[in-house]
């Protein structure tokens, strides 16, 4: 069976730099509060150029240059955000049209911060099976637009930032490197822990007023109930893929967490055992960039050669859903 390999990596950052004390002009809020709490210092917004779809095919075409291939060499693209350009059609198909590909199937996945990791072991399956031999994974999220830059968002608003990462995934014959083991799970019990309500079909009629009145338009989070999840599943699915491949913590090079939250991180790399240059974090630059945020820190992890050839390397998320997964693989 055909392993599946990264050989290609990018990521987009928009330009503008938000910071903590940008914030502090829009709502009541200090820079002390969202350091300590969360680890964030600034984000990205993106120009109202730079939709989700547009920085995703920025993230892409790097990744195919690191690569060495054209789009034209792609068979199939999955494109994971949970701020798409529009309700429909996916973004995966605005993307496809930014990197000037028609005929390739695009599919979106909607499984917010777990969006990326659902995604590539989508992909890996497409792989093994023999169906495409070179995927285009994209995370890609435009929160900007859709955050209550308020006293009254806050609470959610400070959390979040733009940008884009993304990975080419290829079949090889090479047993010793790729994917070696994934685990996804989800417990749909906790849809409303965290969530944006409104608009949607479970409303008649779809939108109104009163839905922009009463916030619902807006991401809700029960913070601390996610908090408590997150410590508890993030280990246990990291635990899961190591048991299945027979390793354990020590034999990890990089473990690479959603950036979900600094203190998330601190509480997964306490109970992994792990010291902290192996357990990856940039949340203080980017915030969360749900779907993007494993991609962008895979892409700067290389950068800092935190990965080399034979780097045992494990991702994980988790998030609204909730959902959560891991995925273990040799680089
Ligand atoms: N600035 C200043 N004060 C704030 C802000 C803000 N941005 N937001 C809330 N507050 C206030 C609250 O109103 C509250 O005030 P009160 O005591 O007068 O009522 C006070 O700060 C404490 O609020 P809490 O919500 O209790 O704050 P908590 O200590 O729980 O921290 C946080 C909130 C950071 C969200 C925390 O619950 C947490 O870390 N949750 C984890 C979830 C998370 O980070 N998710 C990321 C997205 S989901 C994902 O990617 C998995």
Redesign the pocket.
């Known amino acids: 069976m055909k392993k599946s390999v990264i050989t290609g990596v990018g990521r987009y950052i928009p330009e503008r730099v938000v910071t903590n004390f940008d914030l502090e002009k829009m709502?009541?809020?200090?820079d002390a509060?969202?350091r300590e709490?969360?680890g964030i210092v600034e984000r990205h917004f993106a120009s109202a150029e730079d939709t989700t779809s547009l920085m995703g095919a920025k993230a892409a075409e790097k990744a195919l240059s690191m690569a060495g291939l054209k789009a034209q060499d792609i068979d199939f693209i999955i494109f994971a955000t949970l701020s798409p350009d529009f309700y429909f059609p996916g973004s995966g198909c605005s993307m496809q049209a930014h990197l000037g590909i028609p005929g390739i199937g695009a599919m979106d996945v909607r499984n917010q911060?777990s969006g990326f990791i659902y995604s590539i072991i989508t992909a890996d399956q497409f792989i093994k099976t023999g169906m495409y031999k070179r995927i285009l994974i994209v995370g890609s999220e435009r929160h900007s637009s859709g955050l209550n830059l308020t006293t009254e968002g806050?609470?959610i608003?400070?959390?979040f930032g733009d940008g884009a990462g993304a990975v080419v995934l290829e079949a090889s014959d090479d047993e010793n490197r790729g994917i070696l083991t994934s685990k996804l799970h989800a417990d749909g019990q906790y849809v409303k822990e965290?969530w944006v309500q409104n608009p949607g079909s479970n409303s008649i009629p779809f939108t109104n007023h009163a839905m922009v009145d009463d916030g619902s338009i807006y991401p809700y989070?029960n913070?601390?109930y996610?908090?408590k999840h997150?410590v508890t599943n993030f280990p246990a699915v990291i635990f899961e893929v190591l048991a299945d491949a027979g390793y354990t913590t020590k034999d990890v090079d990089l473990v690479i967490p959603?950036q979900?939250?600094e203190?998330?991180t601190e509480a997964v790399q306490a109970r992994l055992e792990l010291p902290r240059e192996k357990v990856f974090r940039n949340i203080d630059k980017y915030g969360?960039t749900?779907a993007a945020s494993i991609p962008i820190a895979i892409s700067e992890a290389l950068d800092e050669g935190l990965i080399k050839q034979g780097s045992l390397v494990c991702l994980a998320s988790?998030?609204?859903g909730f959902t959560w997964a891991a995925t273990l693989l040799r680089w």
């Open positions: 709502m009541d809020t200090s509060w969202i709490r969360t911060c806050r609470d608003a400070v959390l965290l989070m913070g601390r996610v908090f997150a959603h979900a939250n203190r998330i969360n749900t988790f998030g609204s």
